[in-house]
């Protein structure tokens, strides 16, 4: 029986257990998309955000068919988003305010104290009415004992798949079996409440442990089979002379790399139950069509490209994530949009729709408005632990560049044309070789480097 099924059949028991937690009350955009906006004079929509852990774009959805349905039959798949910071606590940070991490301070999984709630879309939802609720991940540097700025509702998670302890409307508890269907029952308890007052609109973060390793799927699906991994010139390189020295010391075996992704893959079988739960109550409750929706990872993962796990680094598996928005008669139903997008847009999409100006400088852009970026800037700052070196890179539709600092300023360069070489296996800085390009990016990427906003002198690409 899947875990849907098996929610279900409780729902009962999930109802007297919500009372038991003590909660109250530039250019064209492409591909066809529907530039339509809300009316101004429309209720303004609930905003539901789904957040996985470590979720690469690539061949992750094929085992989610609720988000396909859901988000890309209704809604609208961004194909080339990217997560500034590939990064847990960084990128939700500019998830949050639609800053890069070099503007919100939040550089690290160690310390989130930089920054300031105040400019998070929660708060401003808050201060513009809307009952927010968050269900699941805050931050990894987040004390959990402590309740999270800027939410009304919330079941925040410590960590884990199973058996974890989440903070409930500020008090602890542990709570037996899957984190992501707690949070899945938690999100529609939420949305239940809140439709009592149906004036209100309501804002629900979602922000589940999966997938992120040591990889721990729900008993459904533990033996679940999972499409077969294909061998790339990504996973197969051999010679990695081209890449940094980090990148040429690491090293993992096939069946290792095939092992993280089986697994990892069935911990988004949960997830994808999750999404068909909520959107059950919403269809329950017909509030469809009048929520704004999106689906989005903090950063990808690795599965052996490059002789790597993990994240951190700036090549595809790691920076891309993905973006699925549907906002029934606002965002075109079953359509792509090729555009360079990235977490920092989110929350001035939320804002956009809700009306609400934004009372800090924002980096991102709307997603409902019309334009396209030529760059997009990605950046790490290294994390304590890590040997991972601190970088900067600039990323295009067709080229990425990077430039790799140590003591002294850059100590190592890549430039790699995506077209030709998707995979990123053959830097064309190789053996000292030089490319106009690179000069004239290297460039660019010194201005850019520490941009602010979307207009001026120091705006953003």
Not at 103 to 126: A, E, F, I, K, W
Not at 261 to 276: A, E, I, Y
Request: glycine residues 8%.
């Amino acid at each position: 029986m899947t875990r849907r099924a098996l929610l279900a059949a409780g729902a009962i028991a999930v109802a007297v257990a919500a009372v038991a937690l003590g909660w109250g009350r530039g250019a064209p955009a492409p591909d066809g998309r529907n530039d339509a906006r809300a009316d101004a004079a429309a209720p303004r929509p609930n905003v539901l955000i789904v957040v996985t852990d470590d979720q690469r774009a690539d061949q992750t959805l094929s085992v989610m068919p609720e988000v396909r349905r859901r988000f890309g039959r209704d809604g609208t798949t961004f194909t080339r988003a990217f997560a500034t910071t590939p990064l847990c606590c960084p990128s939700r940070a500019s998830i949050f305010t639609g800053q890069y991490a070099h503007n919100h301070g939040v550089v690290d999984n160690t310390d989130v104290g930089p920054l300031d709630h105040d400019t998070t879309m929660q708060s401003l939802l808050r201060d513009g009415g809307y009952l927010t609720g968050m269900f699941g991940k805050f931050f990894n540097a987040w004390d959990v004992t402590l309740s999270p700025p800027g939410f009304d509702r919330w079941a925040t998670l410590d960590h884990g798949y199973h058996g974890a302890e989440f903070n409930v409307q500020g008090r602890m508890r542990r709570v037996p079996g899957s984190s992501t269907e707690f949070i899945a029952r938690t999100t529609v308890d939420f949305i239940t409440r809140a439709e009592s007052d149906d004036e209100r609109p309501w804002f629900a973060y979602v922000a589940v442990h999966a997938a992120h390793r040591a990889f721990e799927p729900s008993p459904p699906y533990r033996d679940a089979p999972v499409p077969p991994q294909r061998a790339t010139p990504a996973t197969s390189e051999r010679d990695r002379s081209d890449k940094p020295p980090y990148v040429r010391a690491q090293r993992v075996d096939a069946p290792r790399a095939r092992a993280l992704r089986r697994d990892q893959l069935r911990t988004l079988m949960s997830v994808d139950d999750l999404v068909g739960d909520v959107f059950d109550a919403l269809d329950r409750h017909d509030e469809t069509r009048d929520t704004l929706a999106i689906f989005t990872s903090d950063n990808g993962f690795f599965w052996g490209e490059h002789g790597l796990t993990d994240k951190r680094l700036p090549y595809l598996p790691s920076t891309r994530v993905p973006l699925l928005v549907r906002w029934p008669g606002r965002v075109a139903s079953g359509a792509t949009d090729s555009r360079l997008a990235a977490n920092v847009d989110v929350a001035p999409t939320v804002l956009d729709a809700a009306g609400i100006e934004p009372r800090h400088v924002v980096d991102g852009r709307s997603l409902l408005a019309d334009g396209a970026r030529r760059l997009l800037l990605l950046e790490y700052m290294a994390d304590p632990g890590y040997d991972v070196p601190a970088w900067s890179a600039l990323q295009s539709r067709d080229l990425q560049y990077v430039e790799y600092e140590g003591d002294g300023g850059v100590v190592f360069r890549e430039l790699y044309d995506l077209v030709a070489d998707r995979w990123q296996v053959r830097s064309l800085l190789a053996g000292g070789r030089d490319d106009s390009r690179a000069a004239r990016l290297a460039d660019v990427l010194a201005r850019v480097r520490t941009c602010a906003g979307t207009t001026g002198p120091r705006a953003c690409p």
